[in-house]
């Protein structure tokens, strides 16, 4: 069993930036596939970034690429999120997953994902 905490979320002005943790207890994610999904308010969940188990390889939208960066310390069992250039439109909750599957072209899919945190409010102001 995984668990996950998200942290860093908060109020921001459009251009900010801000950086969003995942914490992870229970189980080891230094071999564990590793993403973060957002979803706005009337919106389904939808793909940001992941990372695979070494951090050798990153996966991101076309909506943030050049402006959020993933990475991870497997070390602190933690996953990062970095958010720059932050824009209204990247208001959202948003929560890491983890999958025991590494990398394949699904990785966007929610429901390839066996653990979820709660999630983290992130609001862009204009």
């Known amino acids: 069993q995984v668990q996950l905490v998200e942290s860093g979320g908060g109020l921001v002005q459009a251009g900010g930036s801000l950086r969003l943790s995942c914490a992870a207890s229970?189980?080891?994610?230094?071999?564990?596939?590793m993403g973060w999904f957002r979803q706005a308010p009337g919106k389904e969940r939808e793909f940001v970034a992941a990372?695979?188990?070494?951090?050798?390889?990153?996966y991101y939208a076309d909506s943030v690429k050049g402006r959020f960066t993933i990475s991870r310390d497997n070390a602190k069992n933690t996953v990062y999120l970095q958010m720059n250039s932050l824009k209204p439109e990247d208001t959202a909750v948003y929560t890491c997953?983890?999958?025991?599957?590494?990398?394949?072209?699904?990785?966007?899919?929610?429901?390839?994902?066996?653990?979820w945190g709660q999630g983290t409010q992130v609001t862009v102001s204009s």
């Open positions: 229970g189980r080891t994610l230094s071999t564990y596939f």
């Open positions: 990372i695979v188990w070494s951090g050798s390889s990153t």
């Open positions: 997953a983890t999958r025991w599957r590494g990398y394949s072209s699904d990785y966007p899919v929610p429901s390839t994902y066996n653990y």
